[in-house]
């Protein structure tokens, strides 16, 4: 008997700290995410009442964490607040990378763009390019992966529908609906694939210095090919050279820069 009251006392301890961790581990959790909630809101305050310093130390500590569109957004906002174009540019560049289809990303990268002396016009595309690109970036990864599952719901149910429906009418509402849900299914897979591929291949950068002077070859005795400056978007095409980065603008001129006067929009494999 004293054994078997033994067990029953361990056993209902043992409960009893199981549910003390569970308790426990549910508050700190909410008191982490109150926390995250309350630096947004002090780091979104300090920005209203123009302590704009404060509001970027508050959004770049944010982003530490984990990365978000809106907050990437705000930073923008902020340096382009300070005259810091070469930032604003970066932080508004990797919002519309994580939300393309943003309409209020995109209105101010232009007008902050138009702030910069370097003047790029971008090569012309074909029309079916620019239109794919466009239905592409209407939605973020999520957004596209989200529309898939909802398609994948919506095809199941109609397919129920098509054949168990009671007239010949429902049977074609859900033979023709089940196709199109797995027409929208397959798209949104695709745009989702093109955009997470968008993300990870990503090689646009962003000139952080005042002027820097484009290098015909990876060499400090090199000729010059051209001079850009601060905020100008330019692509890494050969990250190999140690010290050099191989870049693009988008007009197609092409050379070599030092790795410290640009910065990545997203960290390459070679970023070090």
Request: aromatic share 10%; proline share 1%.
């Amino acid at each position: 008997m004293d054994i078997e009251n033994s067990i029953k006392h361990n056993r209902k301890r043992t409960a009893k700290s199981r549910v003390q961790a569970v308790i426990l581990l549910f508050v700190m959790s909410l008191c982490a995410s109150t926390a995250s909630a309350m630096s947004k809101g002090e780091a979104d305050s300090a920005y209203i009442k123009g302590n704009y310093q404060q509001a970027i130390a508050g959004y770049n500590e944010i982003l530490k964490s984990g990365v978000s569109a809106e907050v990437y957004y705000n930073l923008g906002n902020a340096y382009f607040r300070t005259d810091n174009i070469a930032q604003a540019v970066l932080a508004y560049e990797r919002a519309r990378l994580l939300s393309p289809g943003d309409k209020d990303i995109q209105m101010n990268l232009d007008f902050v763009r138009s702030k910069t002396i370097d003047k790029v016009n971008a090569k012309s595309e074909m029309f079916f390019v620019v239109f794919y690109n466009y239905v592409v970036n209407m939605l973020s990864v999520d957004g596209w992966a989200v529309l898939s599952v909802m398609s994948v719901v919506a095809m199941l149910l109609l397919l129920l529908v098509y054949l168990f429906g009671s007239s010949l009418l429902l049977r074609k509402i859900g033979f023709y609906g089940a196709a199109v849900g797995m027409l929208l299914f397959a798209f949104g897979m695709l745009f989702a694939f093109q955009q997470k591929r968008s993300i990870d291949n990503c090689d646009v950068a962003v000139v952080v210095s005042p002027v820097a002077n484009v290098k015909k070859t990876p060499a400090d005795s090199g000729s010059d090919a051209f001079v850009i400056h601060e905020g100008t978007r330019v692509h890494i095409i050969d990250p190999t050279m140690k010290g050099w980065w191989g870049i693009a603008l988008d007009d197609g001129r092409e050379g070599w820069l030092k790795r410290q006067l640009i910065e990545t929009v997203v960290t390459m494999k070679h970023d070090n």
